[in-house]
């Protein structure tokens, strides 16, 4: 017996149809919000959820990826099950062979016969880039308040006991996130090879994650800087209530702004050179040479271009709702930017089955604490993390993305770097 279906239904099974003719579906099916389902009832990780019969339109109507982002904070389609795996959508259809004009020509047509979506919802909540030089101290600040001042409660939700919101380190892929979170601090004061009594600068600290284990288990002095002010507040807390005041120093503070009186043992930066600026990338290292003694180290820890790097169409879902204004260049342009500053490569680590990880645990613990976050902020704002670690963690996966640690040294004039011949001592 044959169904018929309601016209509306049909025009968007038709469209799906020509859409994915060339390139079917492995992980991702469609459910219309009458419960029709395609391409067949075979199970599969994600179903894309159609709320109404002008969601594909509002999908597919810019041919952007900005475009889909945005259909999905509007809720015009909601993703059920394993929202990493629906990214195969955005795999598909960049794949997809240049059209030609006659199929382009049909494809609008096919559009365009959908039905077009009821209003706009569109989230509030997006960076207004007017005004100011970019990467100026002003503009910079801004940049970074969007994207940090959310809602500390909002971050406690999801992200680990210690607050630390940068990729983990995982000793073994099943290990929980507290524990790759503390073998990461471990790792990365390991690779300081931090003594009691230094002088360390975390550029970037965040919630002082960092700044605290080290102090706690190094015996070191850290001053941290970080341009959100709820950042600070909750790191100094943190700290007094830890009984590390007298060790750990948490400002809201430019890393430029910072004075040179005695330059430090140790810098480490984790997840902020990404809000540098390929532009700026040699000015930031030359800052931190400025700031470390002669036979120091720095480690910067930052996400950077992948091996098969993904290339946007039209505006940026990321600049506009997550990470304004950020820049993630290739290792070789960060290797010159260190290089040029009078600083010596000494180690490179990629890190990014790492994040994909990391993020994995992040998403899944923001949408089993679904309900609770729409107590600190709206559900498009909510959708945006989701979205947007759900797609980074694809992108780390897929190689499109990497993370590198890099170890830089500043040599004394001699040329010694007060560094030992192997990294033993790393894995000790």
């Known amino acids: 017996m044959t169904t018929t279906l309601a016209p509306k239904t049909e025009a968007s099974i038709r469209f799906l149809e020509k859409l994915f003719a060339a390139a079917p579906l492995e992980k991702v099916s469609f459910r219309l919000w009458d419960g029709t389902g395609w391409p067949d009832a075979k199970p599969r990780p994600a179903t894309i959820v159609l709320q109404h019969p002008g969601a594909l339109w509002a999908m597919f109507s810019s041919g952007t990826e900005m475009g889909m982002a945005e259909a999905f904070l509007d809720n015009d389609f909601d993703v059920a099950g394993d929202i990493e795996a629906a990214f195969e959508l955005t795999d598909v259809l960049g794949h997809r062979a240049a059209p030609s004009w006659r199929t382009a020509l049909a494809d609008y047509y096919r559009l365009h016969r959908l039905p077009a979506k009821p209003g706009r919802r569109l989230a509030d909540r997006i960076f207004a880039a007017a005004g100011g030089r970019r990467h100026s101290l002003e503009r910079d600040r801004r940049a970074v308040t969007f994207h940090y001042d959310v809602s500390n409660d909002f971050f406690r939700l999801w992200l680990d006991q210690r ?11 099943e290990d929980d996130l507290d524990t790759a979170q503390a073998a990461k601090l471990r790792h990365l004061c390991r690779k300081l090879r931090l003594q009691p009594g230094q002088r360390v600068l975390d550029i970037g600290c965040g919630w002082g994650g960092f700044a605290l284990y080290a102090a706690r288990t190094c015996g070191v002095n850290v001053t941290g800087v970080t341009l959100s002010r709820p950042q600070a507040e909750l790191a100094t807390a943190l700290a007094n209530e830890a009984g590390l005041g007298g060790q750990v120093r948490i400002e809201c503070r430019d ?14 930066s984790v997840g902020m050179s990404e809000h540098v600026g390929a532009e700026q990338l040699a000015d930031y290292f030359y800052q931190a040479g400025r700031l470390l003694r002669p036979g120091g180290v720095f480690l910067n820890h930052a996400i950077g271009e992948g091996v098969w790097p993904h290339r946007y169409r039209g505006a940026s879902f990321i600049e506009a709702y997550v990470f304004p204004d950020g820049d993630i260049p290739p290792i070789p342009a960060v290797l010159r930017a260190a290089e040029s500053a009078g600083l010596e490569v000494r180690d490179v680590e990629n890190l990014r089955e790492h994040y994909a990880l990391t993020l994995r645990h992040w998403v899944r613990r923001l949408e089993a604490n679904h309900a609770a976050a729409l107590a600190f902020v709206n559900e498009a704002t909510y959708r945006v993390w989701r979205l947007y670690m759900a797609g980074s963690a694809h992108g780390f996966a897929r190689g499109q993305l990497a993370v590198y640690q890099v170890l830089l040294s500043k040599p004394e004039r001699s040329g010694d770097a007060r560094l030992p011949l192997t990294r033993r001592d790393w894995y000790a």
């Open 163 to 173: 607050m630390v919101y940068s990729c983990a380190y995982f000793e073994r892929a």
């Open 255 to 268: 890393y430029r702004a910072l004075p040179e009186i005695e330059p430090y043992d140790a810098i480490v």
